[in-house]
């Protein structure tokens, strides 16, 4: 089956404590990219990646980092995590920058304390 | 001005009845239109994209673009209860390597049995 499969689907930290979300998908899809969702603002795009290691700043990328060592996944790093970055992330990749439509992942709801 | 708009709703809609979601862009030069739907806390699905001017069906979904006035539409025929979600609509902006998605923030559709 197509999918884009995201880990953890819940996670509970502290402030500082770093944390990586897996985003793997087996589509073979060029283009990978992160958001976020909050209440009021929408979805808003982290980073995103063209191809393995080319990977570039979205519109909402402090405080994350990303890498894209392999075609088929695409990690988001919190090297430090805040209480603003609590939020609701997705995964997603697509044949072309999202001009084909993209695949999403189930999401991970982070929660930073 | 937003360059995505949509009415937040909730749009509430009597079981089998049309509803009908609308989606306002502000760049002229765009080219590629999509809506999604997103339940409670899950990931946005692809429902349909559009790129020409005109009507595209797919089952009970028809979009409906009209670049003139920069809006695109979704209606869904004969509405079912499961089709109570939030419907996202994104346009695609610029051109080559610089073509970007952007994500209106929804339409809260209710439909009612």
């Known amino acids: 089956e197509a999918q884009v499969t995201q880990n953890p689907r819940y996670l509970i930290t502290v402030t500082g404590k770093k944390l990586t979300v897996t985003c793997s998908q087996n589509?073979?899809?060029?283009?990978m990219s992160w958001y976020r969702q909050d209440p009021g603002l929408g979805l808003r795009q982290i980073y995103y990646?063209?191809?393995?290691?080319?990977?570039d700043k979205g519109d909402v990328p402090e405080g994350y980092k990303v890498s894209r060592k392999e075609k088929r996944n695409f990690p988001l790093i919190l090297e430090s995590p805040s209480p603003n970055q609590t939020s609701l992330y997705f995964c997603?990749?697509?044949?072309?920058?999202?001009?084909?439509?993209?695949?999403f992942g189930s999401g991970t709801r982070l929660t930073v304390v | 001005q937003k360059e995505v708009e949509q009415n937040s709703g909730p749009l509430s809609v009597p079981e089998g009845a049309i509803a009908s979601l609308n989606c306002t862009y502000s760049?002229?030069?765009?080219?590629?239109f999509f809506w999604y739907r997103q339940y409670s806390g899950k990931s946005p699905e692809l429902i349909m994209f559009?790129?020409s001017n005109g009507d595209k069906e797919d089952g009970r979904f028809t979009a409906q673009l009209n670049k003139a006035s920069q809006y695109v539409s979704l209606l869904i025929r004969d509405s079912q209860p499961s089709d109570s979600a939030t419907y996202l609509c994104?346009?695609?902006?610029?051109?080559?390597?610089?073509?970007?998605?952007?994500w209106g923030l929804g339409t809260s559709l209710a439909v009612n049995p």
């Open positions: 760049d002229r030069g765009s080219q590629s």
């Open positions: 559009i790129y």
């Open positions: 997603a990749s697509s044949l072309d920058r999202g001009s084909y439509g993209y695949t």
């Open positions: 990646s063209m191809n393995v290691e080319v990977t």
């Open positions: 589509m073979n899809h060029e283009y």
């Open positions: 994104a346009v695609e902006l610029g051109a080559g390597n610089n073509r970007k998605l952007i």
